[in-house]
């Protein structure tokens, strides 16, 4: 009913820069918060930033000042622009939305996560 959809990411040196984005698709009449959150191996999944519907933002201590969340909600998307990557925001990075939509039974809602799509900061 609901798909949340991850690109970008990939491989940079340590000072550069990545963006990645998600794009929520389905039976959808309303987004909620949108967030990132990461997981590195062997670590709990964290969350990296928020952003409400209305544009508020939050930010984990760590990336605060470097990383900027944004969305739109015509295109139903939200991304993570990620600049001086250090090493520890190696990991997993996880779309994820609080998500009203349509059943066969009526309204619904709940969060739904992407896929991930992996980040690494090399030294």
């Known amino acids: 009913q609901v798909q949340l959809v991850e690109s970008g990411g990939g491989l940079v040196q340590a000072g550069g820069s990545l963006s990645v984005s998600c794009v929520a698709s389905g039976t959808i009449f309303s987004i909620g918060v949108m967030a990132w959150y990461r997981q590195a191996p062997g670590k709990q999944r964290e969350l990296v930033a928020q952003?409400?519907?209305?544009?508020?933002?939050d930010y984990a201590d760590s990336v605060n000042g470097r990383f900027t969340i944004s969305r739109d909600n015509a295109k139903q998307t939200v991304y993570l622009q990620m600049n001086r990557l250090k090493p520890d925001d190696t990991g997993t990075y996880y779309c994820?939305?609080?998500?009203?939509?349509?059943?066969?039974?009526?309204?619904?809602?709940?969060?739904?996560w992407g896929q991930g799509t992996q980040v690494t900061v090399s030294s």
């Open positions: 952003i409400t519907s209305g544009g508020s933002t």
């Open positions: 994820n939305a609080d998500v009203n939509y349509w059943t066969g039974a009526g309204p619904r809602r709940r969060d739904w």
